[in-house]
């Protein structure tokens, strides 16, 4: 099917380590992504892995993709108040036409306690 | 460099109108996508543009409909409203079409009564 699962909730403490987890569909997409949305806002593009590689970090954000289960990671170190959001991890597959689609997972909103 | 602008950012129509939402992509972008976001329905691809073409659409009525425009603008249109439209509406922007990196507009929160 074309459902992009993700947890719904996640809560942390300030100053620990959140991890939000993502299974996806297609293994055709080249690259993954994880997007960050605020309250009112659209969605900021965070970071992205490339579908060759198995690790990504950037500063605080670390990302594991395992091919195999379709399984994707994303790692925030000292998360931090302002790390409150919903995150959404994304897939982009070929269609039977020939073109891409972007599908986007369900969304998991952390909140984070101080 | 300026990110995608949606105009407007907020509104409110009556079951019946039509409303038109506009977004202008990042300069340098031909892509344009729009998504629909709802609490029951997360998010949802209406359509992707590229060099005033529609290349992909989703699964929605044909009340919802859109163009774009030479200069990469776009708009995208809904007719005889219903309650259900009520949604905040995304457009992103990329520099090509199909598997290029997706960045967002703020959105336009649309209410229908």
């Known amino acids: 099917g074309e459902d992009v699962e993700q947890s719904l909730f996640l809560s942390v403490r300030e100053g620990d380590s959140s991890v939000i987890n993502c299974t996806y569909t297609?293994?055709?997409?080249?690259?993954l992504y994880w997007y960050k949305q605020e309250p009112g806002a659209g969605l900021q593009l965070l970071t992205y892995?490339?579908?060759?590689?198995d690790m990504k970090q950037d500063q605080r954000l670390t990302v594991l993709l395992n091919k195999k289960d379709k399984h994707l990671s994303l790692r925030i170190a000292d998360t931090q108040t302002g790390d409150s959001a919903i995150y959404f991890c994304a897939e982009c597959p070929s269609t039977t036409s020939g073109t891409y689609k972007y599908i986007f997972g369900t969304g998991t909103r952390l909140k984070v306690l101080a | 460099k300026a990110g995608v602008t949606q105009t407007p950012r907020y509104l409110i129509k009556t079951r019946g109108q039509q409303v038109t939402l506009s977004c202008s992509p990042i300069?340098?972008?031909?892509?344009v996508s729009w998504y629909q976001q709802t609490p029951g329905q997360g998010l949802q691809f209406l359509f992707e543009y590229f060099s005033e073409t529609q290349r992909n659409k989703g699964n929605f009525p044909g009340r919802f409909s859109g163009r774009q425009f030479s200069n990469s603008r776009s708009e995208m249109n809904v007719s005889t409203l219903e309650l259900g439209d009520s949604a905040l509406y995304l457009c992103?922007?990329?520099?090509?079409?199909?598997?290029?990196?997706?960045?967002f507009g703020p959105g336009t929160r649309l209410t229908v009564l």
């Open positions: 892995i490339f579908s060759n590689m």
């Open positions: 297609d293994s055709s997409s080249t690259y």
């Open positions: 992103a922007s990329s520099l090509a079409a199909g598997a290029d990196t997706q960045y």
């Open positions: 300069s340098g972008h031909r892509s």
